[in-house]
C-alpha cells in the first residue's frame, strides 16, 4: 500500500435556494498539459446523496502533483429533473492551481438556476 503523499481534489454541491444537496451530477477532472497544450481527463464521477464528490483522486495515486486543475459540473441535468428551466449557467467550470502537490483542495459549489458561488473549503 503507498502511504506517500498525495494531491487530493473534492467538492460538494449544494442548491443554495434550498440548502439541500445536489446528488448525480456529473463531474470531470481535467490536468493541463503545458507540453501538448491541452486539457488531460484525470477522473470522470458524480456527486453522491450528500452532494459530494470524494473520488475524484483516489485512483490516480501520487502522479498528479502540483499544477493547473479544471473540474467541470454539468448542472443542467439537475435542474431538468425537477422540471425547472435550464439554468443559465448549465456547464461550471472552476480552475485552479494546486501549488502543493500533497494538499487537500476542496471545493464548494452553491448553485441556483440564475448563479453559482464557488470557494476553496479550508
Not at 2 to 8: E, G, I, M, N, Y
Not at 12 to 30: A, K, N, R, S
Not at 36 to 65: F, Q
Not at 91 to 115: C, M, W
Amino acid at each position: 500500500m503507498d502511504f506517500s503523499p498525495c494531491l487530493k481534489i473534492t467538492t460538494t454541491i449544494t442548491d443554495i435556494c434550498t440548502g439541500i444537496p445536489v446528488f448525480q451530477v456529473p463531474i470531470i477532472l481535467f490536468k493541463f498539459d503545458s507540453a501538448a497544450n491541452n486539457w488531460l481527463v484525470v477522473a470522470i464521477s458524480a456527486t453522491g446523496v450528500d452532494g459530494s464528490c470524494t473520488d475524484l483522486t483516489d485512483n490516480v495515486g501520487g502522479s498528479l502533483g502540483a499544477g493547473l486543475y479544471k473540474i467541470l459540473y454539468d448542472v443542467k441535468g439537475q435542474f431538468q429533473t425537477h422540471n425547472i428551466d435550464m439554468p443559465l449557467f448549465g456547464i461550471i467550470e472552476v480552475v485552479f492551481f494546486a501549488k502543493q502537490p500533497y494538499d487537500h483542495y476542496n471545493f464548494r459549489l452553491l448553485v441556483s438556476s440564475t448563479g453559482y458561488f464557488v470557494f476553496r473549503n479550508m
